[in-house]
T-cell receptor, first 114, second 112 residues
Framework: ETGVTQTPRHLVMGMTNKKSLKCEQH?????MYWYKQSAKKPLELMFV???????ENNSVPSRFSPECPNSSHLFLHLHTLQPEDSALYLC?????????????FGPGTRLTVT | GESVGLHLPTLSVQEGDNSIINCAYS??????FIWYKQESGKGPQFIID?????DKRQGQRVTVLLNKTVKHLSLQIAATQPGDSAVYFC???????????FGKGTRLHILP
């Protein structure tokens, strides 16, 4: 166990649905991240939160909406997704934000958009 | 554009042999590199790192080599075991405040 949990582990949703992914870290870290991992592509950084403030948004479509209510929790709200959004969504945390290198990853949420 | 990549998408190695996984990076200004391991159904796990002022760093059964002249990074795993089967990513960091850029990954198969 890495100290980072994600729920649900698997999610199937239609293009008109609204769902949320949840991430929780038990490591006392102050930075959290959302990544997208598609088949045969590198990990893509989506959002970075440092001390509960969003410090980076890598041109992610507005159908993905992050929320960081406190330093231990991170959400990714999903609405009107497209089939190409199907991927593994990984959450990570680190001590120090913005580019701290020793990130601890959760197991991911496998998302399928139908 | 600048990217971090891997030479081979898959690598099969006999159990007990040594494995070498390679990575190329394009930005000579990068000053920190990491290797991650991702097992099936899990997120990436930090293995070992190296700074640009070093050529070699050793961990337990793993060694990372950095050749700045040709911008090449490698991960050596000694006496590979079945538990080493995973996808291995290299990652590049330009400076302490920049984000991580990952390579695509190499899948390591351990043959019995």
């Amino acid at each position: 166990e890495t100290g980072v949990t994600q729920t649900p582990r698997h999610l199937v949703m239609g293009m008109t649905n609204k769902k949320s992914l949840k991430c929780e870290q038990h490591l006392g870290h102050n930075a959290m991240y959302w990544y997208k991992q598609s088949a045969k592509k590198p990990l893509e950084l989506m959002f970075v939160y440092s001390l509960e403030e969003r410090v980076e948004n890598n041109s992610v479509p507005s159908r993905f909406s992050p929320e960081c209510p406190n330093s231990s929790h991170l959400f990714l709200h999903l609405h009107t997704l497209q089939p190409e959004d199907s991927a593994l969504y990984l959450c990570a945390s680190s001590q120090g934000g913005g580019g701290s290198y020793e990130q601890y990853f959760g197991p991911g949420t496998r998302l399928t958009v139908t | 554009g600048e990217s971090v990549g891997l030479h081979l998408p898959t690598l099969s190695v006999q159990e007990g042999d040594n494995s070498i996984i390679n990575c190329a990076y394009s930005n000579s200004a990068s000053d920190y590199f990491i290797w991650y391991k991702q097992e099936s159904g899990k997120g990436p796990q930090f293995i070992i790192d190296i700074r640009s002022n070093m050529d070699k760093r050793q961990g337990q059964r793993v060694t990372v080599l950095l050749n700045k002249t040709v911008k090449h990074l490698s991960l050596q795993i000694a006496a590979t075991q079945p538990g080493d089967s995973a996808v291995y990513f290299c990652a590049e960091i330009r400076n302490r405040d920049d984000k991580i850029i990952f390579g695509k990954g190499t899948r390591l198969h351990i043959l019995p």
